[in-house]
Every structure is written in structure tokens, then in C-alpha cells.
T-cell receptor
């Protein structure tokens, strides 16, 4: 069974600084997808970024980028120029390609942004 | 707001009540999901529907009963719940056949069982 681990229950960052959230996963598969989701205090879970395991290039979305290390099974999220609106719970998730609907989530990291 | 809506947003019910949660997606997706989110626990997948057919039931107690009348609507019928069932219930949807199966979530229903 796949597992996703987020070892940092809470992180804080100064506004305009950069922060990195960690995620590791355990799988014996080679073709899969990884996601970072954001859940602000309003509770709407929003997809932040997606990475295909077969791509070597790290995904980026504006201020959000990932460091995907397939051999190490590591998938960290970097947030640059942090903004107050980035404060939220962040969840890392794994989905085996063509396995249909099984998203496996990590336990989440609460990010606080200090003004 | 995403294209997934949930009602009600908040619900307080007694252990003997019967209530239903509703989810609707406006994204043209064909798979829908119910998750339970409790404090300090990872999201727990409860049920999955593909093209209106239930494909996953993760050992959920029978006091939770899902219903998917079409690809756009999903219900979770609740009866004789326990206080430990108090949680945030999230609905999600996705488009099968696109490969990545990324899911889009609703705002959730905050359920309190008294």
C-alpha cells in the first residue's frame, strides 16, 4: 500500500520569504502522479500543483514549485515570496496512474505567514 | 468557489436523527467522492462513484449511506450517528480517462453530532 508522509505538522514563514514543505511517499510503482493541495481556513481544498512521475522537470506554478526526487521518493513544495493568503493547510497526495480514483493524502502541514 | 458545491455547510444533529448531505458538481466530471476529515487525521476516503456506480467503500459503517443518482449529484444519508462521526465531510469530483485524476473539492459540510 502506498503511504504519504508529511513530517512537518506546522511551519511558519515571514511574509515575502521562501518556505519549503516536505513530503515523502512510499511506492513500488514507477508511473504515478503527485499533487499539492491547499486548504485555507475557509475549508475549500484547492489544487496547487501537479507532477507526473515520468517527467524529470520539476513543475512550477507562479510562486509555487516542487523539488521532485524520484529515487528518494521525495516531493517538496517551495513557496517563494510568501503572502498572507498562503496561510493554510497543505496536503501532499499521490495517485497511481490509471488506478482510477485512489488518491492517498499525507497528514498535512499547517503554514503560518507572519506579516 | 470551485465547481463543486455542498449543502448544508453546517449541520448539527442528534444521534437519533436522519439527515442527508448533498453535493453537486458543475464540471462535467464523471467520478465523485466522499471524504471524512477529522482533526489531526489524514483525509479518509469513504466512497467513490464512477459513472454513478459505487466502486469503493472503505469499510464505512452502515450508518453512512451514499447515493449517486447521476454523474452530477452525490448524497450522503446519515442515520443513528455517533459523536465520533463529528467531522468535516468533503465531496470531490474528477474526470476519469484524463490520466492524472486530479480531484476538485467542495467547501465541505461541518457535521456535529450531539
Amino acid at each position: 500500500a502506498q503511504t504519504v508522509t508529511q513530517s512537518q505538522p506546522e511551519m511558519s514563514v515571514q511574509e515575502a520569504e521562501t518556505v519549503t514543505l516536505s513530503c515523502t511517499y512510499d511506492t513500488s510503482e514507477s508511473d504515478y502522479y503527485l499533487f499539492w493541495y491547499k486548504q485555507p481556513p475557509s475549508r475549500q481544498m484547492i489544487l496547487v500543483i501537479r507532477q507526473e512521475a515520468y517527467k524529470q522537470q520539476n513543475a512550477t506554478e507562479n510562486r509555487f514549485s516542487v523539488n521532485f526526487q524520484k529515487a528518494a521518493k521525495s516531493f517538496s513544495l517551495k513557496i517563494s515570496d510568501s503572502q498572507l493568503g498562503d496561510a493554510a493547510m497543505y496536503f501532499c497526495a499521490y495517485n497511481l496512474n490509471n488506478a482510477g480514483n485512489m488518491l492517498t493524502f499525507g497528514g498535512g502541514t499547517r503554514l503560518m505567514v507572519k506579516p | 468557489e470551485t465547481g463543486v458545491t455542498q449543502t448544508p455547510r453546517h449541520l448539527v444533529m442528534g444521534m437519533t436523527n436522519k439527515k442527508s448531505l448533498k453535493c453537486e458538481q458543475h464540471l462535467g466530471h464523471n467520478a465523485m467522492y466522499w471524504y471524512k476529515q477529522s482533526a489531526k487525521k489524514p483525509l479518509e476516503l469513504m466512497f467513490v462513484y464512477n459513472f454513478k456506480e459505487q466502486t469503493e467503500n472503505n469499510s464505512v459503517p452502515s450508518r453512512f449511506s451514499p447515493e449517486c443518482p447521476n454523474s452530477s449529484h452525490l448524497f450522503l444519508h446519515l442515520h443513528t450517528l455517533q459523536p465520533e462521526d463529528s467531522a468535516l465531510y468533503l465531496c470531490a469530483s474528477s474526470k476519469q480517462g484524463t490520466g492524472s485524476y486530479e480531484q476538485y473539492f467542495g467547501p465541505g459540510t461541518r457535521l456535529t453530532v450531539t
